[in-house]
Nanobody, 124 residues
Framework: QLQLVESGGGLVQAGGSLTLSCAAS????????MGWFRQPPGKEREFVAA????????RYKEAVKGRFTISRDNAKNTAYLQMNSLEPEDTAVYYC?????????????????WGQGTQVTVSS
């Protein structure tokens, strides 16, 4: 069974950077599309970024384009989310997810496996 574990969250000042990691175990994710989602306080979970199984296709929420970069290292069975120029509005619990079609999809319902989440807090 595929398991995902996020790490790298924390407290950062506005304008700072963080890199989130999503380590997979139980099976290889080289054939899976990987996504990052977030749930801000008091709000519903929302799509942030996704990457196809080869990394050739990426997709981003409009509000994070140019600031966030999704990547993956299939040899390490790990996906990443590099977050730069962080804003207080980026404060949320961030989740990684995997979906078996291998595409870069934004719909959370498509995703088969989810991590437990990591908190990112951006202070103003």
């Amino acid at each position: 069974q595929l398991q995902l574990v996020e790490s790298g969250g924390g407290l950062v000042q506005a304008g700072g950077s963080l890199t989130l990691s999503c380590a997979a175990s139980g099976r290889t994710v080289s054939t899976y599309g990987m996504g990052w989602f977030r749930q801000p306080p008091g709000k519903e979970r929302e799509f942030v970024a996704a990457i196809s199984r080869t990394g050739a296709v990426t997709r981003y929420k409009e509000a994070v384009k140019g600031r966030f970069t999704i990547s993956r290292d299939n040899a390490k069975n790990t996906a990443y989310l590099q977050m730069n120029s962080l804003e207080p509005e980026d404060t949320a619990v961030y989740y990684c997810a995997a979906e078996s079609s291998g595409a870069a999809l934004s719909a959370s319902i498509i995703y088969d496996a989810w991590g437990q989440g990591t908190q990112v807090t951006v202070s103003s």
